[in-house]
């Protein structure tokens, strides 16, 4: 059974910063392509960020500069450093790992910035 568990989300102030987690089972992590995506109310789910097995990475260009994705294949998990938060990153994040054909998603985490 494939499980992806996303934690780390929360309340920020604009400014802050916050460390998502996204920790996969049932699945050979490294082979798999992980993205984070984040969709806020009334509005389409966007890709934010994706890091492929091979550690190559890209960002939507509202991100660029102040959000950092990372993956640790020991530990089979995807992180998502989001630093210099602002209000339009309110939203809810979820993880996605893609491979083999197919793609599992998590089942999100709520960032919330506001002060």
């Known amino acids: 059974q494939v499980q992806l568990v996303e934690s780390g989300g929360g309340l920020a102030q604009p400014g802050g910063s916050l460390r998502l987690s996204c920790a996969a089972s049932g699945i050979s992590f490294s082979t798999y392509n992980m993205g984070w995506y984040r969709q806020a109310p009334g509005q389409q789910r966007e890709l934010v960020a994706r890091?492929?097995?091979?550690?190559?990475?890209n960002y939507v260009d509202s991100v660029k500069g102040r959000f950092t994705i990372s993956r640790d294949n020991a530990k089979n998990t995807v992180y998502l450093q989001l630093n210099s938060l602002k209000p339009e990153d309110t939203a809810v994040y979820y993880c996605?790992?893609?491979?083999?054909?197919?793609?599992?998603w998590g089942q999100g985490t709520q960032v919330t910035v506001s002060s």
């Open positions: 890091i492929t097995r091979g550690g190559s990475t």
């Open positions: 996605k790992a893609s491979g083999m054909g197919r793609d599992y």
